[in-house]
């Protein structure tokens, strides 16, 4: 708090500033309101999907009077998923290129790393179509009995997450290639990228929870 | 940490590719009339809107309440019959909770926040008209229930199984999951919205211990939305997969465990009763400084006491659920938690209590609701502390005991703090002040007949009598006190009356002249939102105002002079500002509506037709993309008058040197 004696009295109104509409003010905190806005989103879905993974720890080996089927985890193709859960960490290498490609300009790069983000997701995704179309066909349906349901659920959600993200980068790649993003708004797939990012650590702790713990 | 980055306009594409940027269709204009209010992104009018619906759900609500009272009026009563009854007492607290609080909270939120930090809009101001949409399309899906085949009925808390197909065959619970998952995207949107604004844009030389308590309150508010709402998106999105796709959640034959829904319930649950608190609280260290003519008594004690609040609501959720059989461990440390989440709670009161003694009270009408809040919120939190005793907390368990704690928290708490607010902030808003002898009317009809209401369900909750049934027997004994009740009910329903009046009345009079336009500091307030015009212009702040000390707009007006004596050195109406600028506004925007249009058509689909759903969807994928086309500020909008006509600096009485040192200054603290 500024001393009393400090305050220049003869400077009683509001009004030493212009409002300068095309010279932007400096933020408090000096991150763009873009970027905070990710955090704070991103730490929102921290909670969605603690709740989720907590559901399914919970709900993940009971049995009622009415259950019958294949639990989740006795379908578990353990190498299979690890091998697409590989694919989906090299995204964040090849994120963080993209990321530094367009800061250093090289725009002919980010759109390369871009799009090989954008692929190695995609391959990600399809890994999870085939998961989940061969657990059905070994009779594991969405309503077959609580894990299945609290599985389908938790790891749905995930790969929806992983779809809006790819969605993102090649909308990105669009506009990167159209050129209405170049090097100065390189903040925006920065932004993209702790998304992706996030999505994948989650992806880690879903690996491991509910793939590996048995 | 130095302040380095500028800070874009939201969403605005800087290429400079007009051909581009222009967007796929014509903007709305500045247009008078109903366009301006649907199609704007001004947090004053959006504000202004939040109050409107939120004041329409609370006259919905109160019906409902007073259905519920007639209904209890005598033993055996038969006004309702007992599944109508389930139904509208559900009703009545998911209205007043989602739709009325809430919202209300938010409507001072979006109005007085940036006033109060010094800025011209929140950092999103789309986003924002996006939550109000959301909001309000909401609120009108919940209550679509009612011509569909009736309303939720497995109260506001939505109990697992209960809430299954088997035991809920009617669409009512469906309508509650998509309803609240609307809501609460909606206020996920508002929470994020107003943490960036607060972080981001305050006033050089606003740190955040110079921040007004209001303004910080809000700020723990949304952090807990932030964290609160995904729990009960899960917990909804459960519900709703059990409802609508068969899955087995709750289903009890599976092996479902019921507790799972009440755990994620109250997780988000018991922060909600922070997030309708706090803004209250917010409130009245506002006002109960002004209207005492003392600086608020410990400001960084209720700072630190509101954030406490913040963490330590997160660690006491299963006091909510003491009788389900949790154990003595998990009852014996949810029982502690539970009190000393009263230690930061009985700060604040004495606070309060310690700003006003000795000073110069003023009883306008908003210090005394504020006074009321003071009071009875701590008549509700004693009763409060007497449910962390477990064997205590057992008897009360769904008894009117209950009941009448957490009408004295949220009625005589939250409610009588946002009336404060209405008093004290209306000459803001609207230019005038609302009646202050009606305002006392209305505060002393629903000072008492909240008390008759309330208090006597203390008595007959300890007596036993349960709540959620429809009816009493003759038998019981409890029917002297219940028809207390019910007259205490119609007395709060005369003294809304009387408010409602009070606005018209205050409305007719100012437009006929007869009540005049209030000067910008019409309470000789402390905060810089008194130091621009009453009603706020559009631009909000001539000129970013500087902030050297909490209170600032009270330090403008007083100083200390040679012998320490306080002295007023400066008329609030005449140092304010003069609201005769035009900067240049975001422009308004039809997507919010249209996108926000999009979400109940969605979940009609869900329960319906999934046809409905994929026009629900299209609307939904072409709001995003004409959204994300148009930039926030229209540039064909007029910068005409921004030309050399007037030189902003000869408006101000200094140069620029102390803002920029302000600057330097603060960036390492904030």
């Not at chain 2, 400079?16 to 204009?29: E, H, K, L, V």
């Not at chain 2, 947090?43 to 109050?51: E, L």
């Not at chain 2, 979006?110 to 789309?126: S, T, W």
Request: glycine content about 10%; proline content about 5%.
């Amino acid at each position: 708090m500024a001393d009393i004696d400090e305050i220049d009295t003869s400077n009683l109104a509001y009004g030493r500033t212009e409002w300068d509409d095309h010279h932007h003010l400096p933020t408090n905190t000096g991150l763009t309101n873009e970027k905070v806005t990710m955090w704070a989103f991103l730490g929102s879905d921290c909670l969605l999907f603690g709740a989720l993974i907590s559901t399914y720890l919970l709900l993940r080996n009971r049995v009622g009077p009415a259950t019958s089927g294949p639990t989740a985890a006795d379908l578990f193709d353990i190498p299979f998923t690890s091998v697409s859960s590989f694919v989906l960490l090299m995204s964040s290498l090849t994120m963080v290129l993209a990321v530094t490609s367009i800061q250093r300009a090289e725009m002919d790069r980010c759109k390369l790393w871009l799009l090989t983000t954008a692929a190695l997701g995609s391959i990600f995704i399809a890994g999870q179509v085939y998961e989940f179309t061969s657990f059905y066909r070994e009779g594991l349906g969405f309503t077959t009995n609580i894990s299945s349901s609290a599985f389908y659920t938790l790891t749905g959600f995930h790969g929806v997450h992983v779809s809006l993200g790819i969605v993102m980068l090649v909308t990105m790649w669009v506009l990167v290639s159209g050129g209405q993003i170049g090097p100065e708004r390189a903040e925006t797939i920065e932004i993209i990228g702790l998304y992706w990012h996030f999505v994948d650590i989650v992806w880690i702790v879903i690996f491991a929870v509910v793939y590996l713990i048995p | 940490m130095a302040i380095t980055e500028e800070r874009p306009e939201i969403l605005e594409l800087e290429s400079g590719d007009t051909s581009f940027s222009t967007g796929a269709f014509a903007r709305p204009t500045n247009a008078s009339g109903w366009r301006a209010w649907f199609f704007t992104v001004d947090h004053k009018k959006i504000g202004i809107m939040y109050g409107a619906v939120a004041m329409f759900w609370f006259l919905w609500g109160g019906v409902e309440a007073l259905l519920i009272r007639a209904q209890l009026f005598t033993p055996n009563g038969t006004v309702l019959t007992a599944e109508q009854y389930n139904q509208i007492f559900t009703m009545h607290g998911t209205t007043m909770v989602f739709l009325v609080i809430m919202p209300l909270a938010a409507a001072f939120a979006n109005y007085i926040v940036p006033l109060q930090i010094g800025a011209r809009d929140v950092a999103f101001p789309r986003m924002n008209a996006l939550g109000l949409w959301l909001f309000v399309f909401g609120g009108i899906f919940l209550n679509l229930s009612w011509f569909l085949g009736g309303g939720p009925d497995g109260g506001w808390f939505a109990y697992a199984p209960n809430t299954g197909v088997t035991f809920s065959p009617g669409a009512g619970m469906d309508f509650y999951a998509l309803g609240l998952q609307i809501a609460g995207i909606a206020s996920l949107v508002g929470a994020i919205n107003l943490i960036v604004t607060v972080l981001n844009m305050r006033a050089p030389g606003m740190t955040m211990l110079r921040m007004p308590v209001f303004t910080w309150m809000i700020l723990v508010v949304q952090f807990l939305l932030l964290f609160a709402l995904p729990v009960i998106t899960v917990a909804l999105i459960l519900l709703s997969f059990d409802r609508t796709f068969d899955a087995n959640f709750f289903n009890v034959a599976m092996g479902a465990d019921p507790l799972l829904w009440q755990h994620l319930f109250w997780i988000f649950g018991h922060p909600e009763v922070y997030i309708l608190i706090l803004p209250s609280f917010g409130i009245v260290s506002e006002t109960l400084p002004v209207f005492s003519r003392k600086p608020l008594f410990g400001y960084s004690v209720i700072v630190i006491s509101g954030a406490a609040i913040g963490f330590m609501g997160w660690g006491v959720w299963a006091h909510h659920m003491f009788v389900s059989g949790l154990g003595p461990v998990g009852v014996a440390a949810f029982s502690a938690t539970t009190m000393f989440i009263a230690v930061p709670t009985g700060v604040k009161i004495l606070n309060w209590i310690a700003t006003m003694w000795g000073g110069n009270l003023r009883f306008t009408v908003p210090m005394m609701f504020s006074i009321s809040l003071v009071s009875m919120f701590t008549i509700g939190g004693l009763s409060g502390v007497m449910h962390s005793v477990a064997p205590a907390d057992t008897q009360q368990t769904d008894t009117y005991f209950i009941v009448a704690h957490f009408h004295y928290v949220l009625f005589g708490g939250a409610l009588m703090g946002l009336f404060a607010g209405m008093y004290y902030w209306w000459p803001k808003a609207f230019g005038y002040k609302l009646s202050e002898s009606l305002g006392k009317w209305h505060f002393w009809i629903l000072l008492v007949g909240f008390n008759m209401t309330f208090g006597p369900m203390h008595i007959v909750g300890l007596q036993g009598m349960a709540r959620r049934h429809s009816r009493y027997g003759p038998e019981d004994g409890f029917d002297f006190w219940n028809a207390v009740v019910t007259i205490g009910a119609f007395v709060i329903l005369i003294g809304m009356i009387v408010f409602a009046v009070n606005i018209v009345r205050s409305w007719l009079g100012y437009k006929a002249g007869t009540i005049p336009q209030e000067p910008a500091d019409p309470w000789d307030a402390r905060t810089i939102e008194w130091a621009i015009p009453c009603p706020t212009p559009e631009h909000n702040f001539d000129y970013v105002p500087v902030i050297t000390d909490i209170d600032d707009f009270w330090h403008k007006k007083y100083q200390p002079d040679e012998n320490g004596k306080l002295r007023k050195i400066a008329d609030g109406n005449e140092i304010a500002q003069k609201g005769d600028q035009s900067p240049h506004l975001p422009s308004p925007s039809y997507w919010p509506i249209v996108l926000a249009a999009g979400l109940p058509l969605i979940a009609l689909g869900l329960i319906y037709n999934l046809w409905v759903s994929g026009i629900g969807l299209v609307l939904l994928l072409g709001a995003m993309f004409g959204w994300s086309l148009e930039p926030a500020t229209d540039p064909n909008a007029g910068h005409d008058d921004h030309g050399d006509d007037h030189d902003p600096d000869t408006n101000a009485p200094d140069g620029d040197e102390g803002g920029d040192a302000e600057v330097a200054e603060e960036a390492p603290v904030g």
